[in-house]
C-alpha cells in the first residue's frame, strides 16, 4: 500500500474517532447543538456541492427543498400520526420527486438562467409555506413535532431526548450522504459531470445528454437537503417559514466556496463554518453582521478555492522534491 493511502486512512480513523467521541468532550449543551446543527449543514452542503462544484450550475433552491422535507416529515408525524423512523426516509424522497419536477425544465436553461430560475422557486415555496397557514401554520409554524422513536434493545433502549443520542443519528446521517456523494463522485457518472464542469460543449458534442447528468445530480442534491430539513425539524421540534428562505440556499452556496468547492472535504469544513463563526462573532453585538461579512468577502479573495484546497496546496510545498539526477 503507498505512503499516501495509508496516511489517508490513518487521517480517516482519526477523524471517525474523534467523532465518536465529541459528546464525551463536549459538555456545554449549546455547543452539542450547535455541533448537531453542523452535521445536517454537511447534509445540505454535500448535495449543494454535488450541483454547484461538479457540474458548475449554481442552485439557489436548497433552501427550499430544506423546507418541503421538513414540513413534509413534521406533517406526517404530527398530524397524520406516522412514526418518524417512516416519515425520515419517505420526506428526502419526496423532496426528490418534487425536484425531478421542477428540475426537467428549469434544467433546460444554462448558466446564470438557471441560478435565476432555482431562486424564482426558493421565493415561491417561502411564499406558499408562508400563507398556506391551514396546512403549515403560517408565520406561526408547527410547534411540538415528535422526536424519533426509541430503538428497543435487549438491555434497554436507545432514546432521542438528549442530544447526545440525536448527535449519532446525525452523524450516521452526514456519514452516509457524503459516502453516497463519494460513490457518485468516483463512478462514470461523476467523470460525467466534471465533464460538463469543465466543457458543457464539448460533452454534446461526443453525445453525453448533459440536462439529464445535471437533472440527476439536482436530485440528489435536493434528496439530501430533504434529509437535512427533516433532521432539523425533528430535531429543534419547530419550524417556521424563516429557516427555508433564499438565506438558507445562499448560506449553502457559501459552505461549498468556503470550505472548497468540488471536494468530499470541503462542504465538511463549510458547513461547521457558516454555523460556528457567526455564534462566535456574537461577542461583536452590533458589529457582528459586519465583521461576518467581511471575513467572508476577505476568504473569497484570499481563498477562491476554499480552505480545503489551500491546506492542499500548502502541504504540497512542504514535502520533500525529490533530488535532480545530474
Known amino acids: 500500500m503507498k505512503r499516501k493511502n495509508v496516511f489517508t486512512w490513518i487521517a480517516l480513523l482519526l477523524g471517525a474517532g474523534a467523532a465518536l467521541a465529541v459528546p464525551n468532550f463536549v459538555t456545554v449543551p449549546y455547543f452539542l447543538h450547535l455541533t448537531i446543527l453542523s452535521l445536517i449543514w454537511v447534509i445540505i452542503a454535500q448535495g449543494q456541492n454535488l450541483i454547484q462544484g461538479y457540474t458548475g450550475y449554481v442552485s439557489i433552491a436548497q433552501g427550499a427543498f430544506m423546507g418541503i422535507g421538513a414540513y413534509f416529515s413534521a406533517l406526517l408525524a404530527q398530524k397524520a400520526g406516522w412514526p418518524v423512523w417512516v416519515t425520515l426516509p419517505i420526506a428526502p424522497l419526496f423532496t426528490g420527486a418534487c ?76 456519514f452516509g450522504a457524503t459516502v453516497l456523494c463519494a460513490l457518485i463522485v468516483r463512478s462514470r457518472i461523476g467523470l460525467t459531470l466534471r465533464t460538463i464542469h469543465q466543457n458543457e460543449d464539448l460533452a454534446e458534442a461526443i453525445g453525453i445528454v448533459t440536462w439529464r447528468y445535471r437533472l440527476f445530480a439536482f436530485t440528489i442534491s435536493a434528496t439530501l437537503a430533504g434529509l437535512g430539513g427533516a433532521l432539523y425539524a425533528h430535531f429543534t421540534r419547530y419550524i417556521n417559514p424563516t429557516p427555508f428562505g433564499v438565506g438558507e440556499s445562499l448560506n449553502a452556496i457559501l459552505a461549498v466556496i468556503l470550505g472548497g468547492s468540488g ?46 484546497r489551500l491546506l492542499s496546496r500548502v502541504v504540497a510545498r512542504m514535502r520533500p522534491r525529490p533530488l535532480a539526477r545530474s
Open 99 to 174: 425536484a425531478l419536477l421542477v428540475g426537467y425544465p428549469c434544467l433546460r436553461v444554462k448558466g446564470h438562467y438557471f441560478a435565476i430560475v432555482t431562486l424564482a422557486f426558493n421565493l415561491v415555496i417561502a411564499i406558499v409555506l408562508l400563507n398556506y397557514s391551514a396546512l403549515t401554520g403560517g408565520e406561526a409554524g408547527i410547534q411540538g413535532i415528535p422526536l424519533p422513536e426509541p430503538i428497543p434493545l435487549p438491555w434497554g433502549e436507545i432514546a432521542f431526548k438528549t442530544r447526545a443520542n440525536y448527535y449519532y443519528l446525525v452523524l450516521a446521517a452526514a
Open 263 to 308: 471536494t468530499l472535504s470541503g462542504p465538511i469544513v463549510g458547513a461547521f463554518t457558516v454555523i460556528f463563526l457567526p455564534e462566535y462573532l456574537r461577542v461583536a453585538e452590533t458589529y457582528r453582521l459586519i465583521a461576518y461579512g467581511l471575513i467572508l468577502v476577505l476568504a473569497t479573495i484570499f481563498m477562491p478555492h476554499g480552505v480545503v
